[in-house]
C-alpha cells in the first residue's frame, strides 16, 4: 500500500518562504507522478504544481514564479518550495500520486493516491 507524508508546513509571516516535502513509502516512487494540490478555508482544492518521473514540471497559472516543485527521485521525495508567501497562500497542502503524466494531471479526480495534507498559514 502506498503512503503519501506531507511535512514542513506551518505558520510563517508574509513575504517568508516554505519548504513542504511529500515523502513516498511502499512503491517505486521514481515511477510516480507527483502533483501538489491546496485547500484554503471554505474553497475548492485547487492544483499547485506537478512532475513527472524524469523530472518535467508543470504549474497553476497563479503561480507567478513563487513557487517551484522538484523530487529526488533516492530519497522517495518531492519538494514544493514558496517564496514570498502571501496571507492568501494559506492552505492545506496536499501531495497527490499517479503513473499517468499527459496534457493534464491537474484535477485531483486524475489522482488516486493522496498524502494527509499540511497546514501553511502565513501571517500578515
Known amino acids: 500500500q502506498v503512503q503519501l507524508v506531507e511535512s514542513g508546513g506551518g505558520l510563517v509571516q508574509a513575504g517568508g518562504s516554505a519548504r513542504l516535502s511529500c515523502v513516498a513509502s511502499g512503491r517505486e516512487f521514481s515511477g510516480l507522478v507527483v502533483a501538489w494540490f491546496r485547500q484554503g478555508p471554505g474553497k475548492a482544492r485547487e492544483f499547485v504544481a506537478a512532475?513527472?518521473?524524469?523530472?518535467?514540471?508543470k504549474y497553476a497559472d497563479f503561480m507567478e514564479g513563487r513557487f517551484t516543485v522538484s523530487r529526488d527521485n533516492a530519497e522517495n521525495t518531492s519538494y514544493l518550495q514558496i517564496n514570498n508567501l502571501r496571507p492568501e497562500d494559506t492552505a492545506v497542502y496536499f501531495c497527490?500520486?499517479?503513473?499517468?503524466?499527459?496534457?493534464?494531471?491537474?484535477?485531483?479526480?486524475?489522482?488516486?493516491?493522496w498524502g494527509q495534507g499540511t497546514q501553511v498559514t502565513v501571517s500578515s
Open positions: 512532475i513527472s518521473p524524469p523530472g518535467w514540471t
Open positions: 497527490a500520486g499517479t503513473t499517468v503524466w499527459h496534457s493534464g494531471n491537474r484535477h485531483p479526480g486524475e489522482f488516486s493516491l
